[in-house]
């Protein structure tokens, strides 16, 4: 359902009742999330294009949500006409309408994978990519649907001198931000990890500064920033 979700939120048209109604379900502890969608995703394109621009031609999108008009894959080879991207998420329908969208392409590559689960298997994903090049590995709109045990996972089987880049929800005020998760935890049973302030989110993934947040300091905002995976 997250995926929907979010396709909702950003004004798509891939998705049901029951997630619009999840959405309202938000809207009312998370006035903004409309907004802060829509940041995260344009900060996904712009980051992409701007990593492609700087010679990195390949790209793994973890939790990568249901197929848009941009893709990773189609902002990369603007700039590099040879990129390269896999693909990770756990959802069926995604993962369906991902490989059809894909399926005459041998330079992207769809992986079932959840990344809940303390051991991830990127087997398939080292197989598709040069050892010998430089990737970027995206986690955008992703780490606020993980435990901290599986965020702390991702990044340590994560390829040393990788790109990581992160944005994420966060919030200063542990009462926003269990308001949110009791909503989330709600509407996308098992599907949601929590809200985390930006000390935790330093720690989780080391090399990640949180330099403000929005408003005066207890909304909502988005955690965002491109740290190298040691």
Same mark, same amino acid.
């Given at each position: 359902?997250?995926?929907?979700?979010?396709?909702?939120?950003?004004?798509? &048209?891939?998705?049901f009742p029951?997630?619009?109604?999840a959405?309202?379900?938000l809207?009312?502890?998370?006035?903004?999330?409309?907004?802060?969608?829509? $940041?995260? $995703?344009?900060?996904?394109?712009?980051?992409?294009?701007?990593?492609a621009?700087?010679?990195?031609?390949q790209?793994?999108?973890?939790?990568? =949500? *249901?197929?848009?008009?941009?893709?990773v894959?189609?902002i990369a080879r603007?700039?590099?006409?040879s /990129? $390269?991207?896999?693909?990770?998420?756990n959802?069926?329908?995604?993962? /369906?309408?991902a490989c059809?969208?894909?399926?005459?392409?041998d330079q992207?590559l769809?992986?079932?994978a959840?990344?809940?689960?303390?051991?991830?298997d *990127?087997?398939?994903?080292h197989a598709?990519?040069?050892? =010998?090049l430089?990737? /970027? &590995?995206?986690?955008?709109g992703l780490?606020e649907?993980?435990?901290?045990?599986?965020?702390?996972a991702?990044?340590g089987?994560?390829?040393a001198g990788?790109?990581?880049?992160?944005?994420?929800?966060?919030?200063?005020?542990?009462?926003?931000? /269990?308001?949110?998760?009791? &909503?989330m %935890? $709600?509407v996308?049973? #098992?599907a #949601?990890?929590r809200?985390?302030?930006?000390?935790?989110?330093?720690?989780l993934?080391?090399?990640l500064h949180v330099? %403000?947040?929005?408003?005066?300091?207890?909304?909502?905002y988005?955690?965002?920033g491109?740290?190298?995976c040691?």
């Amino acid at each position: 359902m997250t995926a929907r979700m979010q396709e909702a939120l950003l004004g798509g &048209v891939e998705h049901f009742p029951a997630d619009r109604a999840a959405c309202r379900a938000l809207h009312e502890v998370l006035p903004g999330a409309k907004v802060l969608a829509a $940041r995260s $995703r344009r900060y996904l394109d712009d980051t992409v294009d701007r990593l492609a621009t700087s010679g990195i031609a390949q790209f793994i999108e973890l939790g990568c =949500g *249901l197929p848009r008009l941009d893709n990773v894959h189609t902002i990369a080879r603007r700039r590099q006409p040879s /990129a $390269r991207t896999v693909y990770l998420d756990n959802d069926p329908v995604v993962l /369906a309408q991902a490989c059809a969208q894909l399926e005459e392409s041998d330079q992207e590559l769809v992986v079932g994978a959840d990344l809940r689960a303390q051991a991830v298997d *990127l087997t398939p994903v080292h197989a598709h990519l040069d050892p =010998g090049l430089a990737v /970027a &590995v995206l986690a955008v709109g992703l780490l606020e649907h993980l435990p901290d045990d599986a965020v702390r996972a991702l990044v340590g089987v994560l390829p040393a001198g990788s790109t990581l880049v992160v944005s994420t929800l966060a919030c200063e005020d542990p009462v926003r931000g /269990a308001a949110i998760d009791g &909503v989330m %935890h $709600r509407v996308t049973p #098992w599907a #949601w990890g929590r809200v985390r302030d930006a000390a935790t989110l330093s720690a989780l993934v080391p090399g990640l500064h949180v330099q %403000h947040a929005d408003g005066d300091g207890t909304a909502p905002y988005l955690a965002q920033g491109i740290v190298t995976c040691r």
